[in-house]
């Protein structure tokens, strides 16, 4: 079955610059979070989408934007990359209304920043 | 601000030992409690508890969530070397209508099973 893909596993970048982060939700879901995991951290929601259109907002510094395209896949941008933006980023998929409360998680992409 | 506290941090155990983690929440419009694996890769669903008193089984694995309490447990039986893993909760604020609202995740609980 096809899960949630996310594009690329592993990023370096240096300070100050900028990276996406793709995400394919799975077929038919509709809505997308992105959640950010620190070393040793516990999972920190950034944000979410619903039907393209930002449905939650958590702890995403001013610095990232993202947004939910028509085929449904999600973009993360990042901008003036610091070192503490080093982590493990989760997007995650779900289907409105499926009453199961279950979000299916992507591998992550591994954003290092030199 | 919404908090989930986790404990053990960590759990050493040889198989064949039962284990039982430990979920604390402090959620706003709370809807649902959810306990996640996670290995090396992405967490992977468990079990989501919405009502207090039911448990919900599936194989080794069970959970129960009081919501007088504000805790859930997640009991493993005759662990294996499979069931070494991060163990996150996570809790469900209602955003209202049928939209699911974010997660608070705790800080999880790591489990080592020695042969």
């Known amino acids: 079955a096809a899960g949630v893909i996310q594009s690329p596993r592993h990023l370096i970048k240096e300070k100050r610059e900028t990276a996406t982060l793709k995400c394919y939700p799975i077929?038919?879901?509709?809505?997308v979070y992105w959640y950010q995991q620190g070393p040793g951290q516990d999972p920190q929601f950034l944000i979410s989408f619903y039907e393209k259109m930002q449905s939650d907002k958590g702890s995403i510094p001013d610095r990232f934007s993202a947004q939910q395209f028509s085929d449904y896949h999600s973009e993360l941008n990042m901008s003036s990359l610091e070192l503490g933006d080093s982590a493990l980023y989760f997007c995650a998929s779900s289907l409105e209304g499926s009453g199961t409360g279950e979000l299916f998680f992507g591998e992550g992409s591994r954003l290092t920043v030199l | 601000e919404d908090k989930v506290v986790q404990s053990p941090l960590s759990l050493v155990v040889h198989e064949g030992d039962t284990v039982t983690l430990n979920c604390s929440y402090e959620?706003?419009?709370?809807?649902?409690l959810l306990w996640y694996k996670q290995e090396k890769k992405a967490p992977t669903f468990l079990f989501m508890l919405?009502?207090?008193?039911i448990e919900k089984k599936s194989g080794r694995l069970s959970s129960i969530l009081d919501k007088k309490e504000l805790f859930s447990i997640l009991n493993i039986t005759a662990t294996q070397t499979g069931d070494s893993a991060i163990y996150l909760c996570?809790?469900?604020?209602?955003?209202?209508?049928?939209?699911?609202?974010?997660?608070?995740f705790g800080q999880g609980t790591i489990l080592t099973v020695h042969p």
């Open positions: 996570a809790g469900e604020a209602n955003a209202g209508g049928t939209s699911y609202g974010k997660l608070t």
């Open positions: 919405t009502s207090s008193g």
């Open positions: 959620v706003t419009n709370f809807r649902s």
């Open positions: 077929p038919r879901h509709d809505t």
